[in-house]
């Protein structure tokens, strides 16, 4: 009995501390996105580009999106763009798309990953810094 409430008294201590431990790993590892490929990613659409589903990770549950909404539609480069104002299937992680001038695109992409401000995008298992996720993009 004595091993029982010993293990008990383990959890509840135990789960707190691990649970704190993760929310401050998800809190250095910063914004960033995360794509299984890169070809096809952006549609066309009359003299638009659109990335139709992003993800945004690691973006706190109970922070506003609004204050990101609005300075990313006020970018001259940017058509459109719209995120979900909470979490949809998983936690920490907001449903966004973009419409892009065609002819200035992914440099326009490159300015919006900037500002978001996305520290780095995950493709596969390789993670990529803006500027080389931009370069996979181009080539």
Not at 50 to 61: C, I, M, S
Not at 65 to 89: C, W, Y
Request: glycine residues 2%; aromatic residues 10%.
């Amino acid at each position: 009995m004595k091993k029982l409430i010993y293990l008990a008294l383990a959890c509840f201590i135990l789960v707190p501390v691990t649970q704190k431990a993760t929310a401050q790993d998800s809190k250095e590892a910063g914004l960033y996105l995360n794509f299984e490929e890169t070809s096809g990613l952006f549609t066309e659409k009359e003299d638009i580009m659109l990335l139709e589903t992003f993800y945004l990770h690691n973006f706190p549950d109970g922070k506003s999106t609004k204050a990101l909404h609005q300075r990313i539609n006020k970018m001259d480069v940017v058509v459109k763009f719209g995120i979900a104002s909470s979490a949809e299937k998983f936690s920490n992680q907001r449903r966004c798309y973009i419409k892009l001038p065609k002819d200035s695109y992914l440099s326009a992409f490159e300015s919006v990953l900037k500002a978001i401000p996305v520290d780095y995008i995950m493709v596969k298992d390789t993670k990529l810094s803006v500027k080389e996720f931009i370069q996979t993009l181009k080539s």
